[in-house]
């Protein structure tokens, strides 16, 4: 990180902020003032802690039942990271997998995974996700479920491309003539020439799912309540914006 932030500062800053939300979300028990979901309405809609008659109880200030935002802020990251980082593995390992054989095989196995990958980047992706909560519900697993569903076709373009170009080589013509199975040699020869453009795109899907989570939350269709969530808290928050 020191070495990245002497060749680029602004890249340096946004990996020191990307390492503190990690960390303070990895740490929320032991970071958290009080529990993320305890009501005491007689402290309900207290100021930061740097403002009137704020304290470092509640360093943040709290919510209109008194819950404390500092505590429910680090837990909320908690749950985007987790439903974002499930989400992009589930979707890149399904996207990948579509995409090696798609682009190793071709015909009409590719031209079959390729229009299902065109009639789901058809629909608006936000459109698509709260479609899907609204028919499953809403919890941890089906978020994930739904993220993964808005993100494998991004995967398979990119990997089904790299995969035809992939094919031709020597190297992997050098395996088929020595008589190796098809699932060996993407495996062996063609998966790891396609991980790393699949590491940057999953780097970028983390932080878009994240986004979408909000969003959905902030709708109603995240994770129930109780549970803090970023979106959730934005929605609950928005009505004491002009009064604050």
Not at 23 to 42: C, E, G, K, N, R
Not at 115 to 143: C, S
Not at 151 to 175: C, D, H, K, N, P
Not at 186 to 207: K, S, Y
């Amino acid at each position: 990180m020191i070495r990245l932030a002497r060749r680029s500062p602004l890249a340096g800053a946004g990996a020191l902020i990307v390492g503190l939300v990690i960390v303070a979300a990895l740490a929320a028990p032991l970071l958290a003032t009080t529990d993320p979901i305890d009501q005491d309405l007689s402290e309900a809609l207290k100021p930061p802690f740097w403002l009137g008659d704020g304290s470092l109880r509640h360093p943040l200030g709290t919510d209109h039942l008194g819950r404390d935002v500092y505590s429910r802020l680090i837990y909320g990251a908690q749950i985007s990271l987790t439903i974002s980082v499930l989400a992009a593995c589930l979707g890149a390992v399904v996207g990948v997998v579509a995409g090696l054989v798609a682009g190793y095989l071709g015909g009409r196995v590719d031209t079959i995974i390729m229009r299902l990958a065109d009639l789901n980047l058809a629909f608006p992706l936000i459109l698509l996700a709260l479609a899907v909560v609204a028919l499953l519900g809403a919890n941890l697993k089906n978020l994930v479920i739904v993220m993964a569903i808005t993100t494998w076709m991004i995967y398979a373009r990119v990997v089904r491309g790299l995969s035809l170009g992939l094919r031709e080589r020597e190297f992997v013509q050098a395996a088929r003539a020595l008589g190796a199975h098809d699932a060996r040699i993407i495996a062996r020869h063609v998966l790891p020439n396609v991980l790393a453009p699949v590491m940057v795109i999953w780097t970028l899907e983390v932080a878009r799912i994240i986004l979408m989570e909000s969003a959905l939350s902030f709708l109603g269709l995240g994770v129930p309540p109780p549970t803090p969530t970023w979106g959730r808290m934005l929605a609950e928050g928005r009505d004491y914006l002009t009064v604050a």
